[in-house]
């Protein structure tokens, strides 16, 4: 992808376009106080829930009920749903696209070290680093 003459990374085009989304509804989340960053913190994770739940809805998970299908494409959507608030909620954090990456990155190489010790206790001091 291009963008003002130079290559551009589709998480740095995902959220350079999130938030040009957020600013057409009317949502700025630079500079904002702690107060507004709360409120919107609440917006993303309750919208998200709701995301969440019509994900659910995309599978048949009632064991009572016979009528349900798997409905694919819309589970598809519903994961591009959740993006959207995700990217606003890192955004929201003050979180870029770099940062995020460089986030996962770390939080990845901890989840494996997890893994290669037997993950046998929690630890939440070895991820406060990221």
Sequence with gaps: ??????????????????EELN??????????DDEEKTKWILNYTRA???????????VPWKWWAKYQEFDHQNAKVEVVDLFHFLVSLAQTLGMTADDV???Y?????????????GYTEKNEADSRHI
């Design 1 to 18: 992808m291009e963008a003002s003459g130079h290559s551009m990374d589709k998480l740095t085009q995902i959220f350079e376009m999130q």
């Design 23 to 32: 600013s057409r509804i009317g949502v700025n989340l630079r500079d904002i």
């Design 48 to 58: 998200m829930q709701q995301e969440l739940a019509e994900l659910t809805d995309s």
């Design 101 to 103: 990456f460089n986030a």
């Design 105 to 117: 990155i770390a939080k990845n190489k901890v989840n494996h070290e997890r893994q290669d010790s």
